[in-house]
């Protein structure tokens, strides 16, 4: 649910019909596993931020879709993009929790409650499910609905679940990750994503790429979810103040990332044609191009949509952490959300160190304060 940036969880469209070599990086966008030092689980704090961010929006939404349904005995629950390690159950037990006590006010019974947790086949599912007995014996103590937790393995870019049988869709930090990096893009050898120095050609390939693949999604889940079901979307966004949609400032999580590429390629480490050949699946909508795809498409009615600023460097206020601390714990952020990708095109080697210089590019930049970076918090209706 990530990352990102930070990602919180990314799904992508699994697309085994095409060689292992031109997909590798699609197929390998999956969070790192297990619970180690550079894992995912272990280096998730700014997708836990994420997540209370849109907490009152989620709340919201949940109140009213149980109304408008009036109180059905059974709801089934679906985290897209779910990732790993126990940030995958907070917006669930939000949700149920919230059930729960609207029941309780309401003198209503409460229903039992499928749990999807979907993402990828790649996606490190053992590392989850370890936590299901702590998410169970949590509600149990506050909650007297039942609840059933299951796996969904798959692309939310393809079919997941019956007809009209979802009533409330979540998903975290995942959206902005693509089907598949877009098509045509210009050769930029220094650049691993959108930058100040981008083409225009290059943004549009980006967006063409992230509205058909919104589209997509949208179109799929109005097929799985019932009538007045709802959906409560977090994207790593950009803030329309900026009119530039190139624009992106130094401290960048994607900038970074080019930079230590390129120290590589200076040492030798990493060829200039493998950095040219490499572009992450990723886009950063705004508020405007997520109203326009909805609007198109047409199943869904708008019911929130909110841009809340995103400071990366809070975490190393609230935790009294050095510069050294803050540097590396922001380094091994992004590399748990971006070291699967990396690995499929770079190779193993080159990790360590890559990282290593990340961290450097953090600390030259610490005084950066104007962030592109923001949270886009949207709830929609089925129609």
């Known amino acids: 649910m990530d990352s990102r940036f930070n990602g919180a969880v990314p799904s992508l469209r699994y697309i085994d019909e095409k060689s292992d070599d031109e997909y590798a990086v699609v197929k390998a966008l999956h969070m790192s596993g297990g619970d180690g030092v550079n894992s995912y689980s272990a280096n998730s704090l700014p997708q836990k931020r994420v997540l209370q961010m849109a907490k009152a929006v989620l709340v919201k939404n949940t109140e009213e879709m149980m109304?408008?349904?009036?109180?059905?005995?059974?709801?089934?629950?679906?985290?897209?993009?779910?990732?790993?390690?126990?940030?995958?159950?907070?917006?669930?037990?939000?949700?149920?929790?919230?059930?729960?006590?609207?029941?309780?006010?309401?003198?209503?019974?409460?229903?039992?409650?499928?749990?999807?947790?979907?993402?990828?086949?790649?996606?490190?599912?053992?590392?989850?499910?370890?936590?299901?007995?702590?998410?169970?014996?949590?509600?149990?103590?506050?909650?007297?609905?039942?609840?059933?937790?299951?796996?969904?393995?798959?692309?939310?870019?393809?079919?997941?679940?019956?007809?009209?049988?979802?009533?409330?869709?979540?998903?975290?930090?995942?959206?902005?990750?693509?089907?598949?990096?877009?098509?045509?893009?210009?050769?930029?050898?220094?650049?691993?994503?959108?930058?100040?120095?981008?083409?225009?050609?290059?943004?549009?390939?980006?967006?063409?790429?992230?509205?058909?693949?919104?589209?997509?999604?949208?179109?799929?889940?109005?097929?799985?979810?019932?009538?007045?079901?709802?959906?409560?979307?977090?994207f790593n966004g950009r803030n329309t103040i900026n009119s530039d949609p190139l624009y992106r400032d130094c401290c960048h999580f994607w900038t970074l990332l080019s930079n230590s590429l390129c120290d590589l390629v200076s040492e030798g480490l990493v060829s200039e044609s493998k950095l040219g050949a490499f572009n992450v699946p990723f886009y950063d909508p705004n508020e405007q191009e997520l109203k326009e795809v909805i609007q198109n498409q047409g199943s869904f009615k708008i019911n929130d949509l909110e841009t809340h600023g995103f400071d990366r460097a809070h975490s190393k206020r609230d935790n009294g952490e050095d510069n050294y601390d803050a540097r590396y714990n922001r380094a091994k952020s992004v590399r748990a959300i971006a070291e699967p990708m990396l690995i499929a095109h770079f190779g193993e080697d080159i990790i360590d160190t890559l990282f290593d210089k990340y961290a450097r590019h953090v600390t030259q930049h610490a005084n950066c304060r104007n962030r592109t970076s923001v949270t886009l918090v949207l709830a929609l209706t089925k129609k």
Request: hydrophobic letters at 35%; charged letters at 15%; aromatic letters at 12%.
């Open 67 to 234: 109304m408008n349904l009036n109180f059905p005995n059974y709801i089934k629950v679906a985290e897209l993009g779910c990732s790993s390690g126990q940030n995958t159950f907070l917006a669930m037990s939000e949700i149920i929790n919230t059930i729960n006590v609207l029941c309780q006010q309401s003198n209503q019974n409460p229903p039992e409650i499928d749990c999807c947790l979907n993402d990828l086949p790649e996606n490190d599912f053992n590392t989850t499910f370890k936590f299901v007995p702590f998410f169970k014996k949590e509600l149990m103590m506050t909650n007297q609905a039942s609840c059933f937790v299951n796996g969904t393995p798959g692309s939310f870019y393809s079919r997941l679940f019956s007809r009209n049988s979802l009533h409330f869709v979540h998903s975290s930090y995942a959206l902005h990750w693509l089907s598949k990096v877009p098509e045509k893009l210009e050769n930029d050898t220094e650049n691993v994503y959108i930058s100040n120095s981008s083409s225009q050609s290059t943004y549009k390939a980006y967006l063409n790429q992230f509205q058909r693949d919104f589209t997509m999604f949208l179109t799929l889940r109005s097929e799985e979810m019932v009538s007045n079901g709802r959906m409560v979307l977090t």
